[in-house]
C-alpha cells in the first residue's frame, strides 16, 4: 500500500482538475471556432495539406478571372469579326454589281464611293477598342489605334503578338486576334497565286482569277502570258520554261500547266501579256483599294473594260478569299470560347473538390465534436464531484 | 521509590511532548513543499539493576529523523530537470507555430497573392493600376518574409533573456547549496542532525533540476557535491562554479552555455546540458530556430532567385530590358574569429538556387584539406583545393592556405528572409513583355506559322541588329543578324535557337524566299509572355524539387510537427515526473489523518504520563501522612 501524503492528495487532484477543465476547453473552442486545427501542432500534416489547399484554391480563383477576361475579350472579338465579315460581304456585292462590263465611268465612280465608305467602316471595325482602354486586333502596341488610313491607303501600326491567357493549370487560351492575322494575312486571288492584265493591252481578254488542278504540281513560280496573234506563249519566270496554247473555240480559252488553270475570255490582241503571281499576302484594305482605283479608272473602250473587269474579277476573288480567312478567325475564336466553357466546368469541379477536402481537413464534424464536449463535460463534473466529496473527508472531524 | 515513578512519569511526559511536537510540526508544514516529515525515536532509558532485578528507567527521544528515501529524491531530482527541459521546448514551439502559420495572411497565403497579382496582370500588361497592384502585392509578401525573420530573432532575443535568468537562478541555487553544505557539515560535526537545513537543500537542489540537470554525491560530512550532466563540477562542499552565456569564439552568433571554472570559461555541448529549462532553451535556440530560419530564408532566396531570372529576360513598359525584381539574394559567410590565419577570405555565391538546401555550413582546414561540413545533417565534402561547388552554391576561399584547425562559417540562406526586399520601385519597370517579336513576311507564299518565340537569355534584349530567317531551297534557312549568320534545315515544330539569344518553333511549309523576322519588341506595352513565363514560377520545382506552395507547406508541417512532438514529449516527461514526485511524496510527505492518529496517540501518551505524576505524589503523600 502506497503512502499518500495530503500534499500530493490535493496537489493531484488539482492538477486531475485542470487538465479536465483545459480538455474541456479545447473542446468548446473546436465547435465555437467551427475549425479542427486551432495550431499546425494539432496535426501538422492536416494543416501543411490546408496550406497546399489554399494555394490551390488561390490559383483556382486566379484562372477563374482570367477566365472571365478572356470571354470578355472574345466575345467583343466574336462580335467584332462577323460585323466585319458583314461589311465584307455587302462590298462583294458592291464589286460584284461593278464588274458588270456595261458600267460608265459614273456609275463606277458612284460604286468606287460606296466602296470608299465601306473601307472606313471596315477600318473603323478593325479598330475596335477592347472596353479596357486597348483595342482587339492592336497586338501589344495597344497604345494608339491599330488601323491608319490615308485616302484609300491603309496602314497597320500593330504587331503579330497574340495574347494568351492561363485558364487552366499550363492550360493557356489566346484572348485576342491581332490585326496582322485577322485582316492582313488573307491570301488574295484564288489564294494560291493572283492573275493580271498588262495596263498596255489593247484586246478584249479577260483573264480570270484561275484555279489550282493539282497542288502536287505547283512550282510556286510566276508566270506571264503572252498573245503573239495565233497562240498563247506561257513562260514559266524561274528557268524560262515554255508551254505553247492555241486559242479555245468561242473566245474562251482554258490554260492548264504545272497544276494550275487560267482561262482568258474575250479577243486578245496580239502583243498583249497576262501575268500570274504566287499570292503572298493581301490585306482585304488592300484588295478594296485595288478595286476602288480600278473603278476610278476612266474609260469605256472594249480593252479598258477588259482591264477593269481583270481587276475587279481578281478583287472579287481576293474579297472571297478574306471572307473565307474571317469564318477561320470567327471559327478560331468559336473554338477559344468552346475551350474556356471545358476549362470553366473543370475550374469549378476542381474549386468544390479543394473546397470539399480543405473542410474536411480543418472544419469541426459538428456532430462527433459536441458528444466529444459532452463526454468532457462528464468527465470534468466527475472529477470535481469526487474530488470535493473526498477532500472533505478527514479525521480531525471526528477528534 | 516515588522519585523512580516520578523521573519515568517526567521521562514519559517530555517524550510525548516532544513526539506532540514533532507530530504538530508535521502538521504546520502539511502544506510545505520540499518539507520532510519527521518522526522521533523513542528508546527506553537505560535500566538500573537493584537486587537482580532489572528495572526500567523511562524512557527517552533519541532523535526526530526525516523520513526520507535519497535513491526517490534523486529520481524526482531527474524527473524534474527533464520535464523542465521539455516544457520549456514546448512552450516557445508552441509560440513559434502560431506566428508563422495563420493561414489568412501567413506568408503562404502572400505567395498566393504575389502570383494572383502576376496573373492578374497577364490580363492588362499596359494597366498601371495593375502594375501597382503587383507592386504592391510583392511588398506585402517580402514584408511578411521581413516580418517572420525579425519574429526569429525577437524569438532569440527574448530566448536570450530566458537563458540569463535561468543562469541567475542556477548560481543562486548553486551558491545557496554551497553555503548549505557549509552549515550542514558544521550541524553533523556537532552530532546535530539539522532537518530544516537539509529540507533546505533538497528545496535548493530541485530548483536547480528545473534550471538544469545534476546529479548529487553526498559527502561523509553530509556535505553534497552537484555535477552536471557533462561531469563538469557544480558545487564542491562549500564552493560553487558559476554558469555563464558567452558567444561562441567559433561563431559569433552563437550562444553557449558554460561554467566558469577559476576564471576559466567551459563551454558545455547543447546536447550534453541533459535537463533542465536551459537544456530546453538552448535545444530550441540551437535547433529549432536555426531551421526554421533556414527554411524561410531558403524559400526567400529561391523565390527571389527565380523570380529575377525571368524578370531580367522580359523587357518594361518602356521598352528597356527588366532588371532584378527583388533585390538579390546574398549569401553569408565569414572567418572564425580566432582563425589562426586571420588574411583568408571566404566568399558565396549562388550557382543554382534551386538546389539550395535550408542548412548552415562549416568548412575546417586541417592536416592540408578542406572538409565542407553541412550542419542540418552532418553530411561531409572533402576538397584539397580551397574552393567547393556544392548544394547549389559555390564556395571559394582567398589568401590561403588557412592555418591548420582554422575554419569558417557559412550561412547561406539565414537572413534572407529577413533581407528580401523589392528591388523596382516603379510599375512601369516591371518586365511584363518579352524583348523580341516576330513577324511574318507579308511577301511569303508558303504556309510558315510562328508557334512559339522563347527568350534564351538577357542577350535577346540587345540584339545588335533584327535578325532575319530565310528559307532557300529544300526547307533550308539562314538566320542572320549583323555578323552572326547560321544555317541549317527546317522541321516543322522543331525549336530553332539562334546565338543564345531567342528560340524560335516554327509550323507550315515554307516556300523558298519566305522570311520570318525577329526584331526588337518595340511599343509592345500589351505584352504579357513575360508574365506567363513568371507566372509558371508558382508551380515550378525552384526550391529544391519541389514548388514554392510545396516547400512552404512542408514548412508548416514541420514547425507543426516539432511543436506536436515537444506536447508529447511535454506530456510524458510530466506524467514521469508525477510519478517520481508521487512516490517521493508518499515516503517524505505529511499525512494529515496519520498525524491526527499520532496525536491522539500521544496525547494520550501524555496524560498517561501527568497520571503516573499524579501517581507519584499521591504516593508521596500516603508515604508522608504515614508519619503524622
Same mark, same amino acid.
Do not use: H, M, W
Given at each position: 500500500m502506497q503512502r499518500v501524503s495530503t500534499l500530493m492528495y490535493y496537489t493531484a487532484g488539482e492538477r486531475a482538475i485542470s487538465a479536465r477543465q483545459s480538455e474541456l476547453l479545447a473542446a468548446q473552442a473546436?465547435?465555437?471556432?467551427?475549425? /479542427?486545427?486551432?495550431?499546425?501542432? #494539432? #496535426?501538422?500534416?492536416?494543416?501543411?495539406?490546408?496550406?497546399?489547399?489554399r494555394a490551390g484554391i488561390s490559383q483556382l480563383d486566379q484562372f477563374k478571372g482570367n477566365q472571365s477576361h478572356a470571354r470578355f475579350l472574345l466575345n467583343q472579338s466574336e462580335n467584332s469579326v462577323a460585323q466585319f465579315t458583314n461589311t465584307a460581304q455587302a462590298a462583294r456585292d458592291q464589286l460584284l454589281?461593278?464588274? =458588270?462590263?456595261? =458600267?460608265? #465611268?459614273?456609275? /463606277?465612280q458612284i460604286f468606287a464611293r460606296d466602296l470608299e465608305s465601306l473601307l472606313a467602316q471596315m477600318v473603323g471595325l478593325a479598330n475596335a477598342a477592347d472596353g479596357i482602354g486597348g483595342f482587339l486586333f492592336a497586338g501589344a502596341r495597344e497604345a494608339a489605334a491599330p488601323f491608319g488610313q490615308s485616302g484609300s491607303v491603309v496602314s497597320y501600326s500593330g504587331d503579330a503578338n497574340e495574347q494568351r491567357l492561363e485558364v487552366s493549370n499550363n492550360r493557356y487560351v489566346q484572348v485576342k486576334f491581332t490585326g496582322d492575322d485577322v485582316f492582313l494575312k488573307t491570301r488574295p486571288g484564288n489564294g494560291t497565286f493572283t492573275t493580271a492584265a498588262a495596263a498596255t493591252n489593247t484586246g478584249t481578254g479577260v483573264i480570270d482569277p484561275g484555279g489550282v488542278t493539282d497542288p502536287s504540281q505547283l512550282t510556286g513560280s510566276a508566270y506571264t502570258i503572252d498573245f503573239d496573234g495565233t497562240q498563247f506563249v506561257v513562260t514559266r519566270a524561274s528557268d524560262g520554261t515554255q508551254f505553247t496554247f492555241a486559242p479555245g473555240s468561242g473566245g474562251t480559252t482554258a490554260l492548264q500547266f504545272d497544276g494550275l488553270r487560267v482561262t482568258v475570255n474575250g479577243a486578245p490582241a496580239a502583243a498583249d501579256r497576262f501575268t500570274i503571281q504566287p499570292a503572298g499576302y493581301q490585306s482585304i484594305f488592300d484588295t478594296m483599294a485595288q478595286a476602288i482605283a480600278a473603278l476610278k479608272t476612266t474609260g469605256t473602250d472594249a480593252a479598258a473594260r477588259a482591264r477593269i473587269n481583270t481587276t475587279l474579277g481578281g478583287a472579287i476573288a481576293s474579297v472571297d478569299q478574306a471572307l473565307d480567312h474571317l469564318v477561320l478567325k470567327r471559327a478560331q475564336i468559336g473554338a477559344s470560347l468552346a475551350e474556356l466553357d471545358g476549362y470553366e466546368q473543370l475550374n469549378d469541379d476542381r474549386n468544390l473538390e479543394y473546397q470539399g477536402r480543405l473542410s474536411a481537413i480543418e472544419d469541426v464534424d459538428f456532430a462527433q465534436a459536441a458528444s466529444e464536449l459532452t463526454r468532457r463535460q462528464t468527465t470534468f463534473e466527475a472529477a470535481i464531484k469526487s474530488y470535493s466529496s473526498i477532500s472533505r473527508l478527514s479525521l480531525f472531524d471526528f477528534l | 521509590m516515588s522519585t523512580g515513578i516520578l523521573s519515568i512519569g517526567n521521562s514519559a511526559l517530555a517524550a510525548a511532548y516532544t513526539a506532540l511536537r514533532t507530530t504538530g510540526n508535521n502538521i504546520a508544514n502539511a502544506n510545505t513543499p520540499g518539507y520532510t516529515r519527521q518522526s522521533?525515536?523513542?528508546?527506553? +532509558?537505560?535500566?538500573?539493576?537493584?537486587?537482580?532485578i532489572f528495572l526500567g528507567q523511562g524512557v527517552v527521544v533519541a532523535d526526530v529523523q526525516r523520513v526520507y528515501n535519497a535513491f526517490l529524491t534523486q529520481q524526482a531530482n531527474q524527473a524534474t530537470a527533464l520535464s523542465s527541459a521539455a516544457e520549456a521546448r514546448s512552450a516557445q514551439l508552441s509560440q513559434l507555430q502560431n506566428a508563422f502559420a495563420d493561414p489568412a495572411s501567413g506568408i503562404g497565403a502572400t505567395i498566393d497573392q504575389f502570383f494572383g497579382a502576376l496573373q492578374e496582370l497577364t490580363q492588362r500588361p499596359s494597366d498601371p493600376a495593375a502594375r501597382q497592384a503587383l507592386l504592391s502585392a510583392a511588398g506585402q509578401m517580402a514584408a511578411r518574409f521581413n516580418d517572420a525573420g525579425s519574429r526569429v530573432q525577437e524569438f532569440r532575443n527574448d530566448n536570450e533573456r530566458q537563458l540569463q535568468l535561468e543562469t541567475v537562478n542556477v548560481n543562486r541555487a548553486a551558491q545557496e547549496i554551497a553555503q548549505l553544505n557549509d552549515r550542514i557539515a558544521l550541524a553533523l560535526g556537532s552530532?546535530?542532525?539539522?532537518n530544516d537545513l537539509l529540507d533546505q537543500r533538497d528545496a535548493a537542489i530541485r530548483r536547480l533540476s528545473e534550471s538544469i540537470q545534476v546529479s548529487t554525491v553526498t559527502q561523509s560530512d553530509g556535505s553534497v557535491n552537484l555535477f552536471l550532466a557533462n561531469g563538469q563540477a557544480l558545487v564542491v562542499g562549500d564552493q560553487f562554479n558559476r554558469v555563464l552565456l558567452a558567444t561562441d569564439p567559433a561563431d559569433p552568433q552563437t550562444l553557449q552555455v558554460g561554467v566558469n571554472v577559476s576564471g576559466q570559461f567551459r563551454p558545455i555541448q547543447p546536447d550534453q546540458i541533459g535537463g533542465g529549462r536551459i537544456a530546453g532553451l538552448v535545444q530550441f535556440r540551437s535547433e529549432d530556430l536555426p531551421r526554421l530560419e533556414n527554411e524561410l530564408g531558403r524559400l526567400a532566396v529561391s523565390l527571389a532567385s527565380a523570380v529575377n531570372a525571368q524578370h531580367r529576360l522580359g523587357n518594361d513598359r518602356n521598352g528597356n530590358p527588366g532588371g532584378d525584381f527583388f533585390t538579390p539574394p546574398v549569401a553569408?559567410?565569414?572567418p572564425a574569429p580566432n582563425n589562426g590565419n586571420a588574411a583568408t577570405q571566404i566568399s558565396v555565391s549562388f550557382t543554382d538556387p534551386t538546389q539550395l538546401q535550408a542548412s548552415d555550413y562549416r568548412i575546417r582546414f586541417s592536416g592540408g584539406q578542406y572538409t565542407l561540413t553541412r550542419l542540418a545533417d552532418g553530411a561531409q565534402f572533402t576538397s584539397a583545393t580551397p &574552393?567547393?561547388? +556544392?548544394?547549389? @552554391?559555390?564556395?571559394?576561399l582567398a589568401n590561403t592556405p588557412p592555418a591548420d584547425g582554422d575554419s569558417f562559417v557559412i550561412q547561406p540562406v539565414r537572413g534572407a528572409s529577413r533581407d528580401l526586399a523589392l528591388a523596382i520601385t516603379q510599375p512601369s519597370e516591371i518586365a511584363a513583355a518579352a524583348p523580341v517579336a516576330a513577324s511574318l513576311q507579308l511577301t511569303n507564299t508558303g504556309s510558315i506559322t510562328i508557334d512559339d518565340l522563347s527568350v534564351l537569355s538577357p542577350r535577346a534584349a540587345n540584339l545588335s541588329s533584327p535578325a532575319t530567317l530565310t528559307f532557300g531551297a529544300g526547307n533550308t534557312y539562314t538566320i542572320t543578324s549583323g555578323a552572326v549568320t547560321q544555317s541549317g534545315t527546317y522541321t516543322a515544330g522543331q525549336p530553332i535557337s539562334f546565338d543564345n539569344r531567342f528560340s524560335i518553333t516554327l509550323r507550315g511549309a515554307p516556300q523558298a524566299g519566305d522570311v520570318v523576322n525577329?526584331?526588337?519588341?518595340?511599343?509592345?506595352?500589351?505584352?504579357?509572355?513575360? @508574365?506567363?513565363?513568371?507566372?509558371? @514560377? +508558382?508551380? &515550378?520545382?525552384v526550391v529544391d524539387g519541389v514548388s514554392l506552395s510545396a516547400a512552404f507547406s512542408t514548412v508548416v508541417a514541420r514547425v507543426g510537427g516539432d511543436a506536436q512532438l515537444a506536447q508529447f514529449a511535454d506530456n510524458a516527461q510530466r506524467g514521469i515526473l508525477? &510519478?517520481? @514526485?508521487?512516490?517521493e511524496s508518499s515516503v517524505s510527505g505529511v499525512n494529515l489523518d496519520e498525524e491526527a492518529s499520532r496525536l491522539i496517540q500521544y496525547q494520550q501518551q501524555y496524560q498517561a504520563a501527568a497520571r503516573l505524576i499524579a501517581a507519584a505524589k499521591e504516593i508521596f503523600d500516603d508515604i508522608l501522612s504515614l508519619g503524622r
Open positions: 473546436q465547435l465555437s471556432s467551427g475549425r /479542427r486545427i486551432a495550431a499546425p501542432s #494539432d #496535426d501538422p500534416i492536416g494543416a501543411a495539406t490546408g496550406t497546399a489547399l454589281g461593278a464588274a =458588270n462590263g456595261t =458600267n460608265s #465611268d459614273q456609275e /463606277r | 522521533v525515536v523513542l528508546v527506553p +532509558q537505560q535500566g538500573t539493576s537493584s537486587g537482580g552530532g546535530v542532525a539539522p553569408d559567410a565569414y &574552393a567547393f561547388t +556544392q548544394d547549389g @552554391l559555390s564556395i571559394t525577329i526584331g526588337p519588341n518595340t511599343g509592345a506595352i500589351g505584352d504579357n509572355r513575360n @508574365l506567363l513565363k513568371l507566372t509558371q @514560377l +508558382q508551380n &515550378a520545382a508525477d &510519478a517520481a @514526485l508521487n512516490a
